[in-house]
């Protein structure tokens, strides 16, 4: 059985580690789930989560990780043939997915689809492209629409959602949305890992919608977007578990017995 675990808010926040997650996923995967990280961020590739994980002290193959920019390409593959010219207003991890997938990546003029993923360097320019080449026909998928995302010392920066919602409003048109809690993402996970699973993520409205359309029971932890708030409606929030963090989840998961993790 998969465990689907999201990363920030559950592994790290921004670059902190939070306190046991290491610890967390080797006693899941010693449980016998196969732990795939499962992330909305398209900024970059799988290769660098897999760096990434490492120097939070958890090993982990390319394959396991799951990014909105796989997701968002896998998309694309449903609507154009390989080989397709597919403009990226996105960062690496998209450019790298659509590679990947056959596509020829370009940056300007008119293009079959077009995949908006969150990057710092999106200006006018980038706009004024992208929107050129929706408002004349291009398939338009967006990565993802999270609204923000928290930055360092409680700050709170501007998510996909925002790049997404310049290029609709631009082109007069509305994206085909790939990333969690997205029917994309879902089919796109079951077709490489199967059907059963679980679902782990700090954001009930990404994370745990997510888990519902896969019909996976999901656990909350408290220590990223959701807050303590969450005990006080468990039911709301659609949540099996709720815990602190990973480590005290984890034991939770794991006192339902393997095989009764559902609802
Ligand atoms: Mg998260």
Redesign the pocket.
């Known amino acids: 059985m998969i465990a689907g675990c ?5 592994i790290w926040r921004g670059d902190e580690p939070i306190a046991g997650s290491s610890d967390a996923i080797a006693t899941l995967r010693t449980a016998g789930f196969e732990v795939v990280f499962i ?2 961020n398209s900024s970059t590739t799988p290769a660098a989560y897999v760096e990434k994980l490492l120097r939070f002290g958890i090993e982990v193959e390319a394959a396991n990780v799951v990014t909105s920019a796989l997701a968002g390409s896998y998309l694309v593959t449903q609507h154009c043939a390989p080989g397709a010219r597919v403009l990226a207003c996105a960062g690496e991890g998209v450019r790298d997915a659509l590679r990947r997938d056959g596509f020829d990546v370009v940056d300007t003029g008119l293009a079959d689809a077009v995949v908006v993923g969150w990057h710092r360097d999106f200006d006018f320019e980038r706009l004024r492209v992208a929107a050129d080449a929706v408002r004349a026909g291009a398939v338009f998928v967006a990565t993802n629409t999270d609204a923000t995302y928290p930055g360092a010392n409680g700050t709170v920066l501007p998510g996909n959602g925002s790049l997404v919602a310049a290029v609709a409003t631009a082109s007069g048109r509305l994206p085909l949305i790939a990333g969690k809690p997205h029917a994309a993402m879902a089919s796109y996970v079951c077709d490489r890992f199967g059907v059963d699973g679980i679902m782990i ?3 009930v409205s ?2 745990g919608e997510f888990a519902r359309v896969l019909g996976w029971p999901f656990g909350l932890v408290l220590s ?2 959701a807050g303590a708030e969450a005990y006080e409606d468990p039911t709301t929030s659609g949540a099996q578990w709720i815990a602190e963090d990973l480590q005290r989840l984890v034991v939770m998961v794991l006192k339902s017995g393997p095989g009764q993790t559902g609802p």
């Open positions: 999201d990363l920030d808010g559950v992330t909305n993520g700090d954001r990404t994370d990223g977007i």
